[in-house]
């Protein structure tokens, strides 16, 4: 989709789909995506966006979306550049691999991420980020992460480079295989109320959350 396109979509099933980019949709030049129910399962991309690839200050808005097991270097599901954003609700990530950063969803500078009761359980990175990696603005409201992995860098479940925002939601057993921040590697501004962290682990430092030196880091009402 180019030149401010719009594309909706509801109660349907994105499977199997290949692409260089955007394994099943990708979003340019300002385009917008509406998806409502909308299941992507087992895509892939060559490059970004094993499902969703979005660019170019692109918007997409999901609600109730299940992605499960797709595949890509960047993003296993999902891809955003070029000041896009992401809005999600309710929405369910499993099962989802990158072969370098981000294993659900991969949020390069400029662009942002928001969730409100997401769940991310078992997706991996090789590298940082086992479900999410974000140069980006990323906040998340009650949501979830389980059983996710970074394979070959910081991250479990989060690396974030810039402002990371959480509020409420669960992190239990993610794991940073080869380096730090079982569950959070956070590397800019980061702020947490009220989440819980259990069973994280790390091979290196931060069994639940590594605050890099140039962090600004503040936590509320949280349990470890």
């Known amino acids: 989709m180019r030149d401010g396109s719009a594309l909706e979509i509801a109660d349907s099933t994105l499977a199997d789909n290949i692409a260089y980019a955007g394994g099943a949709i990708a979003l ?16 892939r991309a060559d ?9 170019d200050e692109s918007a997409v808005d999901c609600e109730s979306c299940v992605f499960l097991e797709n595949q890509a270097e960047l993003g296993g599901a999902v891809h955003l550049s070029g ?3 992401f809005a999600d609700a309710d929405g369910t990530y499993t099962d989802n691999e990158s072969g370098e950063d981000g294993g659900a969803v991969c949020v390069d500078g400029g662009s942002e991420a928001e969730f409100d009761s997401a769940s991310f ?4 990175a090789d590298s940082d980020g086992g479900a999410i990696w974000a140069e980006g603005e990323v906040s998340f409201e009650d949501s979830s992460f389980a059983n996710n992995i970074a394979r070959g860098g910081d991250g479990g479940a989060i690396t974030s480079k810039d402002e990371l925002s959480i509020e409420g939601g669960t992190f239990d057993s993610n794991r940073s295989s080869l380096g730090s921040g079982g569950a959070i590697a956070a ?3 980061c702020q947490i ?3 819980r962290f259990t069973d994280n682990e790390a091979d290196e430092r931060g069994g639940a959350i590594l605050v890099d030196d140039a962090a600004s880091f503040e936590l509320r009402e949280g349990g470890f």
Do not use: K
């Open 193 to 195: 109320d009220g989440a």
């Open 187 to 189: 590397e800019g501004e």
């Open 83 to 85: 000041g896009a954003s």
């Open 121 to 124: 359980s078992s997706n991996a």
């Open 28 to 43: 340019l030049e300002a385009s917008t995506g509406l998806f409502s129910n909308v299941r992507f399962e087992n895509n």
């Open 47 to 55: 490059t970004d966006g094993g499902a969703i690839a979005a660019s």
